[in-house]
């Protein structure tokens, strides 16, 4: 009787260890941090929308973890970014945070995750140093640099016959490093960038910076944010100026383009995403987004998706312990994912590498490939790729890393008139 009791027992207490197992299971706490008001409002809607698709698709889950998504609205400044990411660290103890907006930001949420030690994940902010000079133990990106793409655009520039170019860019870091990389690459070319124009943050009227555009020059090479992408080329074209537009991502992107009219036809553009991609994975994924948001899917919700995407591949290397952050860290650098804008990897300094496309914009007839897109719009139609680009183009990484970070004063300007 007594060893019938004592076997009683411990069934019982198996049984009620199992029930308290299935009751608390395990999971993996993510902090998002995004503009979810403010100027830059939509952009971190649609930041915050390609991340929960992914996890829509794999119903809130990473493997045999419970995923708990924790949003905070940084409003787009970086002082915001930094309180907001404290909370998520020392309140909701999450085992890594992602987002960010502007280069900015990028500069100051990375030494917040090294204080930590709790991974950041950057799919937006273009910071380029984060990934070439200033290195963080805990800083990941799975998004792109500022000046990556402007490399292969300065090629396409010159092989296109333009040698004269004029430059107009938002004054701050991912201006100034956007700029800096074509700059650096056209000039490297045999071409001349003949005038340097800054506008502040959030111009609207571009009245004080439209006379000092040289109306001899080939092109103009511009790098503008949110309301001001809007607002410059309506402008420029209105001032009578015929010039070829060419940009940086922001100055033209699915995001903004269903905004934009006739004065964007043309406008040349390059980035590591386009919705106009006709691989089977992007129309699928561009139809989705379409459906879910009602929108046209920008390279904000792709990078965000891409993210979901590579943290749940990581934790799955790693045996699906997020409380491993070391494992974690070095396992992401490790994989390898093809992804909506095509084949993704990192390189030496932890930066992606993959294509980047040369996109011009183009007003098409109809609903295109039957995505379910407001018929007549103005998309991004790769011209040209450039297959698996990385942060430093064709120089050699030590070369590259000589110089200073690209700013308001390097490249120098000998040509500026």
Known sequence: MKRKFITIIAALG?????GFGSAQAAEVRIGFIAPMTGIFAQ?????????????????????????????????????????????????????????????????????????FKVPYISPVPAADDLTQRKLFKHFLRSGFTSSQNSHPLAEWAYDQGYRNVVTIGADYAFGYETV?????????????????????????????????????????FTLMVGP?????????????????????????????????GDEALGYV???????????????????????RYGKMASYYSESCYTTGQWVDLTLKKIGYKPDNTDAFLEAFKTIRINAIRGPVYLDAYGNPVHNSYIRRVTRVKGDRLGLGVKPNSLWNLVI?????????????????????????KFPPCPHCK
């Open 14 to 18: 198996i049984a009620f260890s199992a």
């Open 43 to 115: 952009i971190g809607k649609d930041m915050s929308n390609g991340f929960k698709m992914y996890l829509a698709h794999t119903k809130n889950k990473m493997g045999p973890l419970d995923v708990k998504f924790i949003l905070e609205d940084s409003t787009g400044k970086p002082a915001v970014n930094v309180r907001k990411a404290l909370k998520l660290i020392k309140r909701d103890k999450v085992h890594m945070f992602i987002g960010g907006l502007l280069a900015s930001t990028g500069y100051a949420l990375a030494p917040v995750s090294n204080r």
């Open 180 to 220: 800096g990389g074509f700059h650096k690459a056209f000039e490297a070319r045999g071409g001349k960038i003949v005038k340097k124009i800054w506008a502040k943050l959030g111009t609207k009227d571009f009245g004080p910076y439209l006379p000092q555009i040289p109306k001899d020059a080939d092109a103009i």
């Open 228 to 260: 001001m992408s809007l607002a410059f080329p309506k402008q420029f074209r209105a001032a009578g100026f015929k010039m070829p537009m060419l940009g940086g991502v922001t100055s033209a992107d699915e995001f903004i383009l269903p905004s934009m």
């Open 269 to 291: 553009t390059a980035s590591q995403y386009s919705a106009a991609l006709t691989t089977d994975k992007n129309k699928a994924f561009v139809k989705e987004y379409q459906q």
């Open 384 to 408: 040209k790729t450039y297959p698996a680009v990385g942060q430093f183009w064709k120089w050699p990484a030590k070369e590259f890393l000589k110089d200073p970070v690209y700013s308001k």
